[in-house]
Each structure stands twice: as C-alpha cells, then as structure tokens.
C-alpha cells in the first residue's frame, strides 16, 4: 500500500472531522449568543417592569422633586455593579407642568418611544434598550392635570451591554472546545486507521499477487475475487482487473519463447547457403528451436508432381527403427484422413537427423500425435510446399500453441521460398545447359563442347565424328496432330537416339527436328556404323497418334571427321549439316559421308556466299522488306516488321539462306545497320507513320558500339523514338546474358520499346519478361498454327495472353495462315496479328 494513498484517506478523515468540529463551534456559538440576547432581553424587561412598578407605586402616593431625585439614586445604588443602566426620561407634559429638571439627553429613539407611547427594544452596536413608555392612567390625571388617558408621561430605558456577556459566555466555551478537541482528534485518527486499515490490507494482497507474477503460469493462477477494498467503486476496479487477467490468460506467452520467435525471424534470411543446402538449414533450425522448447521432429510436405508429394522428416535425435515405423505409421494415417493430399498417396519419405549423438527412443515417442502442430496450404502448387508440422510439447499448450502458429507460418514462408528458389535455381542451371522438352544438351552447350573436343583431339591427336541428325517428315505430323503431340514424338525421338548411341557420345538437341551427336575417339567407320544403326532404328519407330493411327518417320544423317574432313568446329558442323540436307535431297532417310568433291563444293559454295555478302555489303545490296501487322481490333496495318534480303540481279535472296554465313564471318553487325539506314530513308520517303519492328541480332549485340550506332541512325534520319520497337527473338541463345541486358536496358531508358520473339519457344521466354521491360509478346507460330485443332496450344496461347494482360503489354500473333485462326484470335483477345495471310513481305509499306 503507498504511503500516499494511507497519509490521502487519513488526511481526508482529519479534514471530515476537523470540519464537523468547526461547524457545531459556528453552530453552537450562533445559539449561544442568540440565547444571550435572548436571556438579555428577557432579564431587560423583568428589570423594566420591577422599575416600572416601583415607580408607580410611589407615584401613586403622589411624589415630590425630592422624591423623584431619591428614587432616581435608588436605583444607581441597585444596580451599581450590573450590566444595566436605566434612566428615566419625562415628557414635555410633565415639563409643562412641574418643570424641567437635570436629565440625559434625548437621542431619536426616546423621542419617538414619547411620542408613540410603545415598548421599544432595540439591540444597536452590542448594546441592547429596553423602552418602557410610562402612560397616563386615570388615578394619573389628579396629578397630571394636564394630561388625558393614554398620554405618555415618561420613558423608563434600560441599557444592558452584550458585548460583555457574549464575551464572557463565549470564553466559556472556549475552554469547552479546548478540552472538547483532543477528542475530536482521537476520534479522527482512530476512524482513519480504521478506515485505512481496511483498504491498505486489501491493497497489500492485491499488491502480494502481482509481486509474485513471474511466469505465465504463475499469471494463469492469479485470481484476486476475495480482495474486498469495502468501497463499491474501488471493488469496480479490482472486478475489471480480474477481468482484464482473465482475458489476458487466454493470449499471454512467456518472455523466453518471444525472444526466441525473435532470434528465430533473425535466422529466416535466404542466402545461397540456406538454398544450396536447405536440408541443412532446417537440421540446424530445429536444434535452435530445442534451446527454448523440446521438439521431437519437424516434417515438410513437398508437391512434387501431379499426384506425387516428397515428405521430410527432421528428427532432432537418431530415432530407433520402431520409432520410424510408428512415425511412417502415423505420416500415412495422417495422408489418408487429410485431404491436403488431394487423394493421392504417392510420396516419399526421407528422414534427416540433427544430432545422432541424441536418441529418441519409444517412449518419448508415444502420443506424437495429440502434441503435433501442423499448417497445410489450401493449394499447393506443384514444386511448392504443401505444409509443415512440428511435434512439440508445448504444441497442446492453448497459449503457446499461438506462438507455433506463428513460426509455422513464417517456416512455410521460408522453407517454401528457400525450396522453390532451390529449384528455380537448379531449373536454371540445368535448363541452361539443356533443353527443356527433351532434357538433352541445348545448342549453346553443343557449342562448347564441340570446341572443347576439338581443342581435346588436338591435343592428343585422336579422331572425333560429328552427326548431324534431322527427323524427316516431322513438320506433317506436328501440323496434323498439333503441338502436345508433337512434342511427345519429338521426346520419343531423343530417347530413341539416346538409346542408340554410345555411352561416351554427346547428344544434343541443335534446334526444332534437329539434333547433334559427337562421337569421341570415333574414326569414319565407326561413325558410319552408329549412323546406319540409329537409321535402322529409327526407321523401326512407331507412335501411336491421338487418332489411333501408328505414325513413324525417318532420319537423315550427315557425318563430319576430325580432322579428316575439316579442323575447326564451324567446318565441321557446317560440312556435317550440309551432308545431311544432301541426304534429303536425294530422298531422305539415310547417312552421308563427305567425300573430296562434297568437301569442296561445301567450301566453294561456303566462298560464293562469302563472295555474295561482300558484294552485298560492299554495293548496299541489302535490302529493307516489311511485313504487316494489323490491328484485330481496327482492322488497319499499323506496324509492320523489318526483314533483311539481299538483292542480286533480281532475285531476291532471303535471309535464311546467308545469315549463318554472315554471322559466321562477322558482318552481321554491319548488314543490320545497313538494313536498319535502308529501312529508314524507305520511312522518309514513303512518309510512313507507323510502327517499325527491328530485329537484334545476338552477334550484333556484343559489337561495343551497336546501340549507339542505332541511335544515331534514329537521329540522322529524324525517326521518333515511339515508332521503333526492337525485337529480341526467343530462340537465339546469348552466352553473356549481361550484355543483352545491359544493351537493353540502356536503350529502354533513351526511350525505346522492346517485343520478346517467338515467345514460348524456349526455356527463357518468362525470364526474359522478368528481367527486361517488354511492350509486346510474340507468341512463336507453331502455337497458333493449331490453335483450332490443338487444345493445348490453344489454352497455351490463351494463358501467354492473360499473362500479357496483367503486366499491361501488347501481344502479336505469328503464322496467321487463314481466316478461321483469325476469327478464333479476335475472340481471345491477341492485339495484333502477323502471316502471310494478313500480308506477305514486300519491299514497300504499301503492298
């Protein structure tokens, strides 16, 4: 109990009494006097009428001047020693009629007593008057002749001071109230300790209990409904504490498992650490978690694949083999009864230990279930987590339980983030390096390794083969039974290869129906021997299409020799690749070797188009086409695409047939200047307002200068930023990924728009969205070229145009071959639309 409240309580009792005291004084001294002037006036007039009378009845005997004058020290003699002093007046009848004598002065009082002939009292200045008229009665009238009846003839005054009997009454009570106020004072402090005494006991309980609070236990035990403080409103506010207790029990946490939620978010920062090893990172997270509460194992819930879930268990001991039983036990009871597992039961189990230096044993085991915390994900994505339960002891604590849930929740966050950024990551490496569809190595890898083992063939002088494998009438098969289908073949194919090769040799997939195969250590008859078996294998292949129907293709192969037929990797390939377009046109399905003459003829033709690039670039024959693109929504051609050909005694060469050459001997970067001015002086002199789509070469982008080079093009020739639109195509692989970005960005802030090509075709189409701001989609034409027949091209196009709605950028139709796609484009929404239907290159704006 403060000081304060006890010295408040006793200092307001004091106060109480101190002014009870003080009013009964002021009371009973008002009454005090008030019977003193009472008993003054009551004794004033006894004394009056004892005059009167005895003054009468010496009038009565008829008196004389000697009389009046003895009567008159009579009474001065009488009341000498009294508070009295009485004096009588005469009235001018009796002055009249026995003369004046010696007598006090009449002040206005008398005079009006005289004239009135009424008693008069009057208490004036603590003086009180007592005016007794003497009137003339008739036995008056024998004397008094010349008075009637009723006359006045005198006034008897009689003066008492009550001052001086107030005054000596009031110390009377004086030395009442001073014997009286010890008492007051006692009854004061004894009321007070009474009254604080009951309070001040009550308040130290109270005061006791909280002092005892020092754990959430001891807050639950907490109670203080037998604390009476004897005062309705003071026994309010000990109610609504309780209250408030009460509620607060239900929510309270120790202080311990906060610090420990926070040092826990301190550890849920991803790094590459936590991604690369993040089994590591939960192994270490539960051996934290044990520092503040006993968890047994910590479990995450993995969607995997359709119908296939990974489940981990994290145990914080080595766990006895009877234990991971009944723990596997419960894991598919809880799968069956749940359904969070969408009425699959196709998982794994891994289990992990923490501290094999600890074990759990069945005891500790037994009711698992009844102390397990668990949060599942209404809908898990695949490769997401479905959800994540610990098994604790405080999990059936109603209190702490809410601080799990808390944890849960921020480790599904983390775990699943850390997960899916470990895929996203490994997806990335991998697919980096291979091709999504099939799961073989990309053009980019072929490359390199095709150097590489080169370079290794060099170094210890050993012969390598090169095949070059195209699926003959692939194209039919993909157009009639549509993309899904055509992939699957196309999967079917590879496994196919695969399994036909040497476990030594490198299978890659070069691009569309196109695949590679190195074959170290492999002279011409041993790659002559592969050839013509995986030929004959091929040949064998059958798939069963969508209609029911068995459909099968063939293969042709062309072989290149280290460093029989060439000594660099771009000879090779450019000699294996043109043996195997030789094979097609001598009817498919076979292997070409290259002998002297083809090796030649390769190089003369490889020098004629050389030739033909120089006198191109050197002459400005290379010429600017624009294909149209028109707007679904008006009808009107508002951009148009620009096209390099190369234009030489009147054919026009397109630019398939040149562009690795180009690439190859490093002109490109030049043509696509050259094409890009062409295009522009073609834009002043036809006054075309529209839009222009310009295709970055990858090549092109690694020259130093080419962003820099366009932009003053743009500036020489007066051409608005908001009609150029660079295109990236999809399908073109750039091994310094920073340098595109970088390009790209640097031109987007000068004011240029940019469209992703051929999106959809590769495995970066979503991460060159991410990274770079796109205006337009191109969604690659093999989608849409079965859009009416293929059901999942159609719902693929369909989601790469609901993607485009959400981040706001225009989409573009390839291949619009006829009028059914059109209408089936219009009504799903595509922007614009972009085929030899809608318009076919030509040198003009104006077809």
């Given at each position: 109990?403060?000081?304060?409240?006890?010295?408040?309580?006793?200092?307001?009792?004091?106060?109480?009494?101190?002014?009870?005291?003080?009013?009964?004084?002021?009371?009973?001294?008002?009454?005090?006097?008030?019977?003193?002037?009472?008993?003054?006036?009551?004794?004033?007039?006894?004394?009056?009428?004892?005059?009167?009378?005895?003054?009468?009845?010496v009038m009565k005997r008829g008196w004389s001047r000697d009389d009046l004058n003895d009567f008159m020290f009579s009474l001065k003699e009488n009341f000498n020693d009294s508070n009295y002093v009485i004096t009588i007046y005469r009235s001018d009848l009796v002055k009249?009629?026995?003369?004046?004598?010696?007598?006090?002065?009449?002040?206005?009082?008398?005079?009006?007593?005289?004239?009135?002939?009424?008693?008069?009292?009057?208490?004036?200045?603590?003086?009180?008057?007592?005016?007794?008229?003497?009137?003339?009665?008739?036995?008056?009238?024998?004397?008094?002749?010349?008075?009637?009846?009723?006359?006045?003839?005198?006034?008897?005054?009689?003066?008492?001071?009550?001052?001086?009997?107030?005054?000596?009454?009031?110390?009377?009570?004086?030395?009442?109230?001073?014997?009286?106020?010890?008492?007051?004072?006692?009854?004061?402090?004894?009321?007070?300790?009474?009254?604080?005494?009951?309070?001040?006991?009550?308040?130290?309980?109270?005061?006791?209990?909280?002092?005892?609070?020092?754990?959430?236990?001891?807050?639950?035990?907490?109670?203080?409904?037998?604390?009476?403080?004897?005062?309705?409103?003071?026994?309010?506010?000990?109610?609504?504490?309780?209250?408030?207790?009460?509620?607060?029990?239900?929510?309270?946490?120790?202080?311990?498992?906060?610090?420990?939620?926070?040092?826990?978010?301190?550890?849920?920062?991803?790094?590459?650490?936590?991604?690369?090893?993040?089994?590591?990172?939960?192994?270490?997270?539960?051996?934290?978690?044990?520092?503040?509460?006993?968890?047994?194992?910590?479990?995450?819930?993995?969607?995997?694949?359709?119908?296939?879930?990974?489940?981990?268990?994290?145990?914080?001991?080595?766990?006895?083999?009877?234990?991971?039983?009944?723990?596997?036990?419960?894991?598919?009871?809880?799968?069956?009864?749940?359904?969070?597992?969408?009425?699959?039961?196709?998982?794994?189990?891994?289990?992990?230990?923490?501290?094999?230096?600890?074990?759990?044993?069945?005891?500790?085991?037994?009711?698992?279930?009844?102390?397990?915390?668990?949060?599942?994900?209404?809908?898990?994505?695949?490769?997401?987590?479905?959800?994540?339960?610990?098994?604790?002891?405080?999990?059936?604590?109603?209190?702490?339980?809410?601080?799990?849930?808390?944890?849960?929740?921020?480790?599904?966050?983390?775990?699943?983030?850390?997960?899916?950024?470990?895929?996203?990551?490994?997806?990335?490496?991998?697919?980096?390096?291979?091709?999504?569809?099939?799961?073989?190595?990309?053009?980019?890898?072929?490359?390199?390794?095709?150097?590489?083992?080169?370079?290794?063939?060099?170094?210890?002088?050993?012969?390598?083969?090169?095949?070059?494998?195209?699926?003959?009438?692939?194209?039919?098969?993909?157009?009639?039974?549509?993309?899904?289908?055509?992939?699957?073949?196309?999967?079917?194919?590879?496994?196919?290869?695969?399994?036909?090769?040497?476990?030594?040799?490198?299978?890659?997939?070069?691009?569309?129906?196109?695949?590679?195969?190195?074959?170290?250590?492999?002279?011409?008859?041993?790659?002559?021997?592969?050839?013509?078996?995986?030929?004959?294998?091929?040949?064998?292949?059958?798939?069963?299409?969508?209609?029911?129907?068995?459909?099968?293709?063939?293969?042709?192969?062309?072989?290149?020799?280290?460093?029989?037929?060439?000594?660099?990797?771009?000879?090779?390939?450019?000699?294996?690749?043109?043996?195997?377009?030789?094979?097609?046109?001598?009817?498919?399905?076979?292997?070409?070797?290259?002998?002297?003459?083809?090796?030649?003829?390769?190089?003369?033709?490889?020098?004629?188009?050389?030739?033909?690039?120089?006198?191109?670039?050197?002459?400005?024959?290379?010429?600017?086409?624009?294909?149209?693109l028109q707007n679904t929504q008006t009808g009107e051609v508002e951009i148009h695409e620009l096209l390099m050909r190369i234009e030489i005694d009147g054919k026009v060469i397109p630019a398939y047939e040149f562009i690795e050459v180009a690439e190859s001997m490093s002109?490109?970067?030049?043509?696509?200047?050259?094409?890009?001015?062409?295009?522009?002086?073609?834009?002043?002199?036809?006054?075309?307002?529209?839009?222009?789509?310009i295709n970055l070469s990858p090549k092109s982008l690694i020259v130093g200068n080419y962003a820099e080079s366009i932009t003053n093009l743009i500036k020489k020739y007066d051409i608005s930023k908001d009609n150029i639109v660079f295109e990236i195509t999809e399908r073109?692989?750039?091994?310094?990924?920073?340098?595109?970005?970088?390009?790209?960005?640097?031109?987007?802030?000068?004011?240029?728009?940019?469209?992703?090509?051929?999106?959809?075709?590769?495995?970066?189409?979503?991460?060159?969205?991410?990274?770079?701001?796109?205006?337009?989609?191109?969604?690659?034409?093999?989608?849409?070229?079965?859009?009416?027949?293929?059901?999942?091209?159609?719902?693929?196009?369909?989601?790469?145009?609901?993607?485009?709605?959400?981040?706001?950028?225009?989409?573009?139709?390839?291949?619009?071959?006829?009028?059914?796609?059109?209408?089936?484009?219009?009504?799903?929404?595509?922007?614009?639309?972009?085929?030899?239907?809608?318009?076919?290159?030509?040198?003009?704006?104006?077809?």
């Amino acid at each position: 109990m403060p000081k304060t409240l006890k010295n408040f309580i006793f200092s307001i009792n004091i106060i109480l009494l101190s002014s009870l005291f003080v009013i009964v004084f002021i009371f009973t001294t008002y009454l005090h006097t008030a019977l003193a002037e009472k008993n003054a006036i009551k004794h004033a007039n006894a004394v009056s009428s004892q005059v009167f009378t005895s003054m009468y009845q010496v009038m009565k005997r008829g008196w004389s001047r000697d009389d009046l004058n003895d009567f008159m020290f009579s009474l001065k003699e009488n009341f000498n020693d009294s508070n009295y002093v009485i004096t009588i007046y005469r009235s001018d009848l009796v002055k009249q009629l026995f003369g004046a004598v010696k007598e006090e002065k009449k002040d206005t009082l008398i005079d009006y007593a005289l004239q009135s002939g009424k008693k008069e009292i009057v208490n004036s200045n603590g003086e009180l008057r007592n005016l007794l008229p003497l009137n003339a009665k008739d036995e008056c009238l024998r004397c008094h002749i010349n008075a009637h009846v009723g006359d006045t003839l005198g006034v008897i005054e009689v003066k008492q001071n009550l001052v001086s009997i107030i005054q000596e009454t009031f110390l009377e009570y004086i030395y009442f109230f001073l014997i009286a106020l010890p008492l007051f004072g006692a009854a004061a402090f004894f009321a007070s300790r009474y009254t604080t005494s009951k309070i001040t006991n009550s308040l130290k309980l109270f005061n006791d209990k909280v002092q005892n609070i020092n754990s959430v236990q001891d807050f639950k035990e907490f109670d203080s409904t037998e604390i009476n403080l004897h005062f309705n409103e003071l026994n309010q506010i000990i109610s609504n504490v309780n209250l408030l207790a009460q509620k607060l029990k239900a929510v309270a946490v120790d202080k311990d498992l906060l610090e420990f939620e926070i040092q826990l978010l301190d550890k849920f920062i991803i790094t590459s650490d936590i991604v690369r090893d993040w089994r590591d990172f939960i192994s270490e997270l539960l051996a934290d978690i044990n520092n503040v509460m006993m968890t047994y194992t910590l479990m995450t819930i993995f969607r995997v694949g359709d119908d296939q879930f990974e489940v981990d268990i994290f145990w914080f001991g080595t766990p006895e083999a009877n234990v991971k039983e009944r723990y596997e036990e419960y894991v598919k009871t809880q799968i069956v009864q749940t359904d969070h597992f969408l009425g699959h039961s196709d998982y794994t189990v891994r289990h992990n230990v923490t501290d094999y230096n600890k074990c759990i044993d069945l005891p500790q085991f037994d009711n698992f279930a009844h102390r397990t915390k668990s949060l599942f994900l209404d809908t898990p994505k695949i490769g997401g987590i479905v959800g994540l339960s610990v098994q604790s002891e405080i999990a059936v604590d109603p209190v702490k339980h809410i601080v799990i849930d808390s944890i849960l929740t921020t480790m599904v966050n983390l775990v699943g983030s850390v997960k899916a950024i470990n895929k996203y990551t490994n997806d990335l490496e991998y697919y980096a390096a291979h091709d999504p569809l099939t799961g073989l190595f990309n053009q980019r890898i072929f490359a390199d390794l095709l150097e590489y083992e080169t370079k290794r063939a060099a170094r210890h002088q050993y012969r390598f083969a090169l095949l070059v494998v195209d699926c003959d009438n692939f194209k039919p098969i993909n157009d009639r039974y549509g993309h899904a289908f055509g992939d699957s073949f196309l999967q079917e194919f590879a496994r196919l290869l695969s399994s036909h090769k040497r476990d030594e040799d490198i299978l890659s997939r070069y691009g569309g129906d196109e695949f590679t195969i190195i074959l170290p250590e492999c002279d011409i008859a041993g790659a002559f021997a592969v050839s013509s078996k995986i030929v004959q294998a091929i040949e064998e292949f059958r798939l069963l299409a969508p209609d029911g129907k068995y459909v099968s293709v063939t293969a042709s192969i062309g072989v290149s020799i280290y460093p029989d037929h060439a000594q660099t990797e771009k000879e090779l390939f450019l000699i294996a690749d043109s043996m195997m377009y030789r094979v097609k046109e001598e009817g498919k399905n076979g292997v070409k070797l290259p002998s002297q003459e083809d090796i030649l003829s390769i190089v003369k033709e490889q020098k004629a188009k050389s030739a033909l690039l120089v006198d191109a670039i050197s002459n400005n024959r290379i010429v600017a086409y624009f294909q149209p693109l028109q707007n679904t929504q008006t009808g009107e051609v508002e951009i148009h695409e620009l096209l390099m050909r190369i234009e030489i005694d009147g054919k026009v060469i397109p630019a398939y047939e040149f562009i690795e050459v180009a690439e190859s001997m490093s002109m490109i970067n030049r043509m696509d200047l050259m094409v890009i001015e062409n295009a522009f002086i073609k834009i002043q002199r036809e006054k075309y307002q529209g839009i222009l789509f310009i295709n970055l070469s990858p090549k092109s982008l690694i020259v130093g200068n080419y962003a820099e080079s366009i932009t003053n093009l743009i500036k020489k020739y007066d051409i608005s930023k908001d009609n150029i639109v660079f295109e990236i195509t999809e399908r073109e692989t750039v091994k310094n990924f920073s340098i595109l970005e970088k390009f790209v960005l640097n031109l987007k802030m000068q004011g240029y728009k940019f469209a992703i090509d051929d999106f959809g075709s590769g495995f970066s189409s979503f991460h060159y969205i991410k990274k770079f701001p796109i205006d337009y989609l191109k969604i690659d034409g093999e989608f849409i070229v079965n859009i009416n027949t293929d059901k999942q091209d159609r719902a693929f196009v369909n989601s790469i145009l609901t993607l485009a709605r959400e981040l706001n950028v225009k989409t573009v139709a390839e291949y619009v071959e006829n009028e059914e796609i059109v209408v089936t484009l219009k009504e799903m929404g595509v922007d614009y639309l972009q085929g030899f239907h809608i318009g076919k290159p030509n040198s003009s704006f104006s077809n």
